[in-house]
Structures are given as C-alpha cells and as structure tokens.
C-alpha cells in the first residue's frame, strides 16, 4: 500500500527569505484586528456585561420580528434577539430589571414567557442566564489575568529553557495569535463568552505547542550543524518539521470540524475561534517566530559552548568506560 | 528498543485495563451499573450544562451588616447603661447616624463607668489586639462608637458560616438530588441543583432570612401618631395591610424558639404553619399570653407582619399556628425556613444558570456524535498517512480516550459542555506525539538508517520535543484550572488529563506494540 504524503520529502522552502514581507503583511493584519477591535468592539455575552439571557426554541422557525415588537411591547428594556445554529433557537438578551428586589429578575422572565407564549415557545426555556453587572466585572477581570498570565508563564518557559531570543519571540506570535482571535469576533460579532476565553487559553497551547516543536528542532541543528548561517538552519528546521506541522494541524482541524458540524449549536462560537486559531498559531509558528529569532538576534556561539561542554562530558564518560569496561 | 522485559509490558497494559475499566460504569446507564452491581464504582458528574439544572450564586448583603450591628449595638446599649451596676447610667440623644452609635452621658461624674461598660461590649477580633468596635469621648460628655472593618469581616465570616448550613439544611429537604453548596470567597455562596428547571421556587426558599419575631401590638399608642410615622417610646412601627401598627420593640419570642415547623391547615381549612415552641419559647409564650389575655399580637417575619390575632386564652400547649395568606406551596417553603432557622445574613442572587433538561440531553447527544465522528476521521486520517504506524497511533488514540474517561471518574471530576470539546480537542492532539515520532523515523530512513535503528531514533529523538511540547500545554492547562471559573475550568480538567494520559499512551503504549513486533518479524524494511 502506497502511504499518503501530505509535504513531500526534503522540502526547502526559503521562509526566511520572505520574513520581510511576511512580517508586513502580519503587521498588516494585526493592527487591522486591533483597529476592528477598537472600533467595533466585542459582542460580549452576559457573562461579560451582565444581564439576562434566554434562549428559547420554539416549534417551527422563530418569529423573529414578531418577537422582537412583543418583547419591545413589554417596555423592558432594550432586547437584543439572535439566531444561532438552528433555526428555531433564538437568544434573548435583556438587560438586568434595575432593582434590588430578587423576586425581579423572576418577574421578567415570567413575562418574556407570557409575552410569547401566544408562539406556542417551548417551555421550560432551554437556558436562562442572569449575570450581575458585580460578577460580570470579575469575570472579565479572571479571564484578562488567565490569558496574561498564560502568555507570560509560557514566554518564561520558553527563556528558562531555551534562549531569550526564544521566549520574545512565542510571545510576539502568542500576542498576534490572540489579537487575531478578538478581530475574528469583532468581525463577525459572533458572542464573546466565557467558552471564548476558554478558547483563546487552548489556542495559546496549540500554537505554543508548535512553536516549541520548532524552536527544538532550531536548537538541535544549533548543535549539529555549526557552520551553518543562521538563516539557512532556520529554513532547513522549519522545512524538516514541515511535515509534521502540517499533519497535526490537519487532524486538530479534522477533528475541530467535526465538533463544528456535529457538536451541536451551544459550542459553535468556540469551535470556530479554535478552527482560526489553529490555523492563524501555524502560520505564525512558521513565518512570525522562527524568523523573528534572526531579527532579534541569536547568538550561536553559546550553543557552540553548550555543545563543547556536553561533548567533553561524554568524550570523558566514554574514556572511563575503556578503562572500566561495563559488565 | 527491542528490549522489552516481559514486567513492562505487564504493568504497561494492566496501567490501561484499569484506566479503560473505571471508565465502564459512567458508560452505562445508571439502572444497568446496578443491575451489575456496580452502583458503587466511581463515575463521572456530569455538569448543570449536561444534565440541566440550576446554578445559583448568592452574595451576602454586607452593607446590611454595619446597619444590622448597629441596630443591634444600640438595643445593647441602652439595656446595659440601664441594667449598669451599682446604679443604672443615663444617656440620652441616642442616634446612628453616619455609620456610628452616638449617645452622651447625663451625669459627666459616670462618663468613666460608661466608657469602660461601652468597652466591655465590645469582641476581640483575631489576636492582633484590636476589637470590634472602637469606643471614644468628644465633647467631654458624648461617647461615640464605630465598627472596625475588622469587626465586620469577622462578623461576616461568621453569619457566612452559619448561612452555609442553613442553606444546606433547607435544600436538603427539599429532597433534591445531589445539590452542591459550597462557599466562595468571602461573602458569597454557590448553590447548584441538578435537574431543576425552575429556580424561582429554589431562590424563594434559600435567599428568604426567615426572621421570626412574636411581638405584642401597643393598644395604648395615639392612632394619630402612629399615622404620622411617629413610634411612641419602646415601639416600632410596621405596616400591616397598607397602615402602621405599633409594636413594643422586645418580642416575646423569636425565631430560635421554636422546635419545630411543618405545613399544616387552620380552622378554615387554609394552608399554613404549625410551629412547636422549645421549653423556653413554651414558658415565656404562656407567661405573655396570661397576661394579655384579650389584646392582639403581631406575627412578624422578615420585618413584615403576616398577622396580629387577638389572644382568646392563655396558649400553653407550647405550640401556635402561623396563617397568613399562604399557598400550600408557600406554607411548605416557609415551614422549610422556619425549621432550618433564620438566616444570619441577608443574601441575593447575583449569577444565576439554568439549563433545561432537553438542552442538556441534546448537548451530550452532539457531543457523542462530534467525538465518535472526529475518532473515525482521525483514526482513517493516519492509517492512510502512516499505515502500521498509524494503526499503533490509532490503537493509542482509542484507549485514550477510555482511560480520561476512567480518571476522570476516578477523580470524581465533572464533565461538562466546553469538556466535551476538550475532548474532541485532545483526540486531534493526541496524536500529534505519534506524527512527532512518525515524522522522525521517516526522515532517519531516509538518511539511510536501518529500521530497528530508525524507530530507536525516531522514538528517542520525538521523546524530547514532545516532553518540551507538552509541559507547555500543561501550563496553559493549569492556569485555566486555578485562576478559570465555570466553562474554564470544565475545559481545563479533560485537557489535563488528556496530555497526561495521551503522553503515555502515544509514547510508552505505541513503543511496546512497535517493539513486539519489531522483535517478531524483524522486517528489513518498513512501509511509513
């Protein structure tokens, strides 16, 4: 049986020859994802901004024009109705009754209820969310620190364990990673939830896990090949773990994609920022942070002297082994 | 390489026979595990957002506290200035305003009996020396005291203990299932039931302070008064059906009197609460109905007035009846309050989740189907990639799937919606350990290396890399668990176990099955 090769053997690709203009066009589209972000914001779901939140199926296609002038007809407030995934699902979005009372929050959703009861909705509400605007600020403030400290936890493992130069450059990509993420949902306006910070946490870990697949094949070839330009050893690296990245990106994306047309609507959002996010961390483990590393300048001869110092280690164990022949 | 001793790949397949074993129970429906009788191995909660339920996270009402501290501190005051010995003490303009109790002494000679008798009242709080409240002079004959913030945290720290049980007790019988009612930080409480669908009943109940109080109606006080918001001395004013009643402000009997509580019906076959009083509410009830024979008393709960029936006779039996407007349901709910005791601390709602049933069935339903649809892709994916080799990565895939779900359940660790993506997740990563060596051995062979010596390299060499890889998804993985709340941390258990057992599984399982038959067949060349 003939085995399928996805990259064939002994590719040489010169990434680093086109950094410059890789650099660019990322530079391009990370202030492109900034600005949107800025400018467009993120449709935060309550989890963020605090509210209620319903979502309701009704028996056929949701109404939902007519929804929309029964819940406007109750004078609540205004209501933010989207359809997501199946047709007869709608989300509701009210804000918060403006009173301490709790028996309140109970009250708006009781008439939401009665108001489209005439639809025949189906009750109970598949789910209800009510976030205060208290918790909802901690929330956001937990997953600001949980990305931060992720991002700043891995750049330190990346410098502990390999080189400086290493660890700036996973967290410039880690950073582009992320920022490209928001700009997807600013673009899109998909809901920005607590699952979606749950999605940027694993799509740091995916691209991070890549980089360092990289980043390890760079410090091997460092060691053994010690006359070679730095730029040359970085395109040899990246085209003989080519192969690999592309395989591994292809079963998560598999895998991914089958979440996003079976999994049900509840995680779509998530799967998608995954899906871009695998595909935006290749990239970047390709073209932004192996290059970045001649930019910000690796110094080869500390791995000539890390390698010098193993070399003598072992050259000395295996003279004791002559004079000490193992059993 | 081919050196596998016999113990290895003993203890390598008994590790995961164990792991596949514990994931059995949690695979079956409950009825059969029983059947089988293995209603007692551990398994896998599954989460609110699978099973349905409610989720419910109250938060103390803490600027209720300094106002309820300072009520109560002024009631103490006043009795102890009186009952002061050797001679009751005189105060006088007593007033709470700005957060502090402030009150001066009639006779400037006493004004040290009462600074030091206004100390006594106050608590130690922790062993740092400072107190609860602080007590000063001004003006030479007025003492003033405010509440230390380390007084109320104490105090808060307290009620919140004491509201946790409270809580528990209330919903325990209500006879749920399985709720969880854990404390959170400092002033907050989270609840989570399965299978309600309707949390307003659930909210009513565990959010209601069920502050009893029997007191008696002032008879005497000027109705024109009264109707102008003016309390005569020793009274308080509550509304009952839409007018102020006066009512001596010392109850004849509190909440923590009473013994028991139970839904029951009243003469006119209206549903309401029978209370049972202990020996010392008993005493005291029949001492003040004696003696008020033929005056009124007000029923008060949480401040409100349900009633104010007249006394007919003396009531001895320690036991009453509670009738207001009530619903058997209602009745029921404020038995439950009642019997549970009063809640030492106000609480609100500030999150609230509830997912239907039939979202959740659907979820676990797509969540099934996505995992069993991304396995066949992955695992047709390597075949064709890597043949052999890829049947050794899918075997390990298979079974690891098995052994998260074993130490999982284990664990007793909940499964969730974003931990069923998790799962899907790791199948796709799962195999990223075996493309790593796979990719490896290629790329030997293609040096010209023998095939025992390419798999040795190919194994020893992606060892490395995948160890490196994977230490820094762990990392992600941990932060999410420590510092992620809900959807977070469900995503962040499944991924952690996944890289722990995948690691294993695609390194150590996969090398013995490559190894076993490397030694059998000794090809002289491989197809990968």
Known sequence: ?327 | MLDFPRWKIASIIGILLIGILLSVPSLMPESTAKQLGLGFAPKINLGLDLAGGSHILLEADTADVAKTRLANMQDTIRTAMRKATPGPIAIGDISTANNAISFFVRDSQKLDAAVDLARTLTQPVGTSGTRDWNVTVVDSTRIVMTQTQGGIDQFIDQAMTGAVDIVRKRIDALGTKEPTIARQGSDRILVEVPGVQDPTELKALIGKTAKLEFKLVDTQADPAKIAAGQAPIGDQLLPYQGRPVALFRQAILTGSDLKTARQDYDENNQPAVAIGFNSKGARAFAETTQANVGKPFAIILDNQVLSTPVIQSPILGGSAIINGSFTAQSAQALAISLQSGSLPIALKTVEERTVGPGLGADSIHAGIIASTIAVIAVVLFMFITYGRFGVYANLAVIINVFVILGLMALLNATLTLPGIAGFVLTIGTAVDANVLINERIREERRRGRGVIQSVELGYKEASRTIYEANMTHAITGLIMLILGSGPVKGFAVVLLFGIITSVFTSVTFTRMLVALWLRRQRPQAINI
Request: with cysteine; aromatic share 8%.
């Open chain 1, 1 to 327: 049986m003939r085995l399928l090769k996805i990259v064939p053997d002994n590719t040489n690709i010169g990434f680093v020859k086109l950094r410059g203009w890789a650099f660019g066009l990322t530079a391009l589209l990370t202030i492109a994802a900034g600005v949107l972000v800025g400018v467009r914001g993120l449709n935060f779901g309550v989890d963020f901004v605090g509210g209620l939140s319903i979502e309701a199926r009704f028996p056929g296609d949701a109404p939902l024009d007519d929804i929309r002038t029964r819940i406007d007809a109750l004078g609540v407030g205004d209501a933010q109705l989207q359809q997501f995934g199946p047709k007869n699902t709608v989300s509701i979005r009210l804000p918060l009754p403006n009173s301490t009372d709790p028996a309140a929050t109970n009250a708006l959703v009781g008439k939401v209820q009665a108001a489209l009861a005439p639809d025949h909705v189906i009750l109970p509400f598949d789910q209800v969310d009510t976030v205060s605007g208290k918790v909802s600020g901690e929330l956001i403030w937990k997953g600001v620190l949980a990305v931060f400290a992720a991002v700043f936890c891995i750049a330190l493992f990346g410098i502990v364990r390999f080189e400086w130069q290493f660890g700036v450059a996973t967290f410039v990509s880690i950073f582009h990673d992320v920022l490209m993420t928001l700009g997807f949902f600013a673009l899109t306006r998909l809901e920005f939830d607590l699952n979606i910070v749950a999605a940027v946490l694993t799509i740091i870990g995916y691209s991070i896990n890549d980089k360092i697949v990289i980043d390890d094949r760079i410090r091997e070839n460092l060691r053994k090949y010690r006359q070679m330009p730095l730029g040359e050893l970085i395109d040899l690296s990246v085209n003989e773990t080519l192969p690999r990245t592309v395989m591994t990106s292809l079963t998560i994306l598999l895998a991914l994609l089958s979440l996003l047309l079976f999994g049900g609507h509840v995680l779509r959002g998530f799967t998608a920022a995954m899906m871009l996010g695998v595909v935006v961390g290749t990239y970047s483990s390709i073209y932004v942070s192996s290059s970045l590393l001649i930019t910000l300048g690796l110094d080869k001869s500390r791995f000539r002297q890390m390698t010098d110092a193993t070399d003598k280690k072992k050259a000395a164990r295996a003279r004791a082994e002559r004079i000490a022949p193992k059993p």
